[in-house]
């Protein structure tokens, strides 16, 4: 059974500061993995897709990294703001017509 | 686009009561998911749709929850009657057409309706 998780539970750092949230998964068999975005009261934002035959995704000052064999996912975020500060998920499909498996989340405050 | 559209954002009702949560989805889209996400539990895939087909009602919690999807841009998800054990907020996301699956692709996620049962 696929399970996904991410730790730390929460991080704080100050701003300008290059961080790193990690996402592990137990089944290196993944179709693809997505980093999601939450701000308190709102939706989910989807940052990056990475397909499992991908090793990372960029956009802006956000890269994500796929490492199949060693179960594992990091979304680096460069230069943080303080508007990065939000719940970032990650989550797995197993396969295309499988729903995700959703990590529990990481809570990231950035300092002013 | 608007993006995925939900009402109510918020619902207070006492136990035994019916809600009625709707979804209008990204126009284009022909994949539908209902979530909930509560504290203990996280997010939960409740039931998704195909081509307005509900395909996997397996996180469906119990006969209380029904939802449908009459058309291609609207779905409503039903909790009758309803519980305190309910209180959670209810997501809706769709996604573009995929060619392998519908969770190939990205999903995009309404602001979702946050459900207090008392």
């Known amino acids: 059974k696929q399970e996904v998780t991410q730790i730390p539970a929460a991080l704080s750092v100050p701003e300008g500061e290059n961080l790193v949230l990690n996402c592990s998964f137990t089944?290196?068999?993944?179709?693809?993995l997505q980093w999601f975005r939450q701000d308190p009261g709102k939706g989910l934002t989807s940052l990056l897709l990475?397909?499992?035959s991908q090793r990372e995704q960029t956009s802006g000052r956000l890269n994500a990294s796929l490492d199949k064999s060693s179960g594992r996912s990091t979304l680096y975020i460069a230069a943080s703001q303080p508007g990065d500060s939000a719940t970032y998920l990650c989550?797995?499909?197993?396969?295309?017509?499988?729903?995700?498996?959703w990590g529990a989340g990481t809570k990231l405050i950035i300092k002013p | 686009d608007a993006g995925v559209i939900q009402s109510p954002r918020h619902e207070v009702t006492e136990m035994g009561q019916e809600v009625t949560l709707r979804c209008k989805p990204i126009?284009?889209?022909?994949?539908l998911f209902w979530y909930r996400q509560t504290m203990m539990r996280g997010l939960e895939l409740l039931i998704y749709?195909?081509?307005?087909?509900?395909?996997?009602d397996s996180g469906m919690p119990e006969d209380r929850f029904s939802a449908k999807m009459p058309n291609a841009s609207f779905s409503t998800l039903k909790i009758q009657p309803s519980e305190p054990r309910d209180s959670a907020v209810y997501f809706c996301?769709?996604?573009?057409?995929?060619?392998?699956?519908?969770?190939?692709?990205?999903?995009?996620f309404g602001p979702g309706t946050r459900l207090l049962v008392l």
């Open positions: 996301a769709s996604s573009f057409p995929g060619t392998s699956g519908p969770f190939q692709e990205t999903q995009y």
């Open positions: 126009s284009g889209h022909n994949s």
């Open positions: 749709f195909n081509n307005n087909v509900p395909i996997d």
């Open positions: 089944d290196s068999a993944i179709y693809n």
């Open positions: 990475i397909q499992s």
């Open positions: 989550a797995v499909s197993p396969d295309s017509n499988y729903q995700l498996i």
